[in-house]
């Protein structure tokens, strides 16, 4: 089974076996409140521990401890929400609406804005001419080759390790997202508007309960942690070696969806708590298909064994891929640039 049929004069919208996978877009309430229920009771339970911990006396490295599981339960909670954006986790799009936005709140994100950038990623993703989509900025060399010495400062800091894993998810989470963006949809503005009272709303009620120093000392360290391992996830997506991208006038939407992204095989523990999002050329695929189905889509349609999957120590290696090299088809490193 090939995951690219021949070309032929009319050739088929979609490959033989995209077909198989079509069942598994239909929801689950019975998974769906499941999920929720072993995703927001921890994590809330995380919160108390850490409350806990702190007016105990405590160390506050024992705090830095707690709020790692913590941040991975913060990551399950938003992959609820990246869900209900794609209308997945719920057959009522009301349901999909409601709890998005109430797990947008937990994870400091407009579920409406976040959404319609999300699914313009969707659309765009590998095509060279249609960048800046919700995706991980990516100049070619030789767009790198003829930036000015500002812009490509401004590149490396972006690219940079403790940049965008480390400082990145705080800027993201806590400022970037609280500023309607430009262009944004009237219905994106509302979202973002509510979202940004609703986190003023549990600021004041730390505030008056266990006090706003306790409350950053304990939320901080959780978006720090769960959004470094959600920043990274989100990279190695889409940044990995024999990834695929292509100008428009050559794109495929099925090779996007199977090349340019990676199946991220992740041991079990991390596979439970990042919701099958590995399976990311499966949800590229079928983006209606909830996490909770992923797995079972992939292993539905043998043709997804033919993507190599991408482990973790291997995975690590992507870290020094920095630009496109449209001539040799493949990401590289800034040396490969300067010997351009």
Not at 79 to 85: Q, R, Y
Request: aromatic share 16%.
């Amino acid at each position: 089974m090939s995951l690219f049929p021949e070309k032929t004069r009319n050739p088929p919208a979609r490959p033989d076996w995209y077909q198989a996978t079509a069942r598994f877009e239909k929801p689950s309430l019975g998974k769906a409140v499941w999920q929720i229920l072993d995703s927001l009771v921890p994590y809330l339970l995380s919160w108390y521990v850490m409350i806990r911990m702190l007016r105990a006396g405590l160390p506050y490295w024992a705090v830095l401890l707690a709020a790692v599981p913590a941040g991975l339960f913060m990551v399950r909670v938003f992959i609820l929400f990246h869900d209900c954006t794609h209308g997945s986790f719920f057959a009522s799009k009301r349901a999909n609406r409601v709890a998005g936005t109430l797990f947008g709140i937990l994870t400091f994100v407009p579920f409406e804005e976040w959404r319609d950038s999300h699914w313009k990623h969707h659309a765009t993703v590998a095509d060279l001419d249609r960048r800046g989509q919700g995706d991980v900025w990516t100049m070619t060399t030789e767009e790198f080759l003829g930036a000015t010495a500002g812009q490509r400062l401004a590149y490396r800091l972006y690219r940079n390790p403790l940049i965008m894993f480390g400082l990145g998810p705080l800027f993201s989470f806590l400022v970037y997202r609280r500023f309607v963006p430009k262009g944004a949809s009237k219905r994106a503005r509302f979202s973002v508007y509510v979202t940004d009272f609703a986190v003023l709303g549990i600021l004041l009620l730390a505030h008056f309960t266990i006090g706003l120093r306790a409350y950053f000392l304990i939320q901080l360290p959780i978006i720090f942690f769960g959004g470094m391992l959600g920043f990274w996830l989100f990279y190695v997506q889409h940044q990995f070696e024999g990834v695929y991208w292509s100008r428009h006038g050559e794109w495929d939407r099925m090779k996007a969806a199977l090349v340019g992204s990676s199946f991220y095989k992740l041991p079990r523990v991390l596979q439970w708590f990042t919701g099958s999002i590995g399976f990311h050329t499966v949800h590229h695929v079928r983006p209606l298909i909830p996490n909770y189905n992923l797995e079972a889509a992939y292993r539905a349609a043998p043709a997804f064994g033919e993507v190599k999957a991408l482990r973790v120590l291997p995975s690590l290696r992507s870290l020094r891929l920095r630009l496109w090299d449209e001539k040799a088809g493949k990401l590289v490193g800034y040396r490969a640039a300067k010997a351009r």
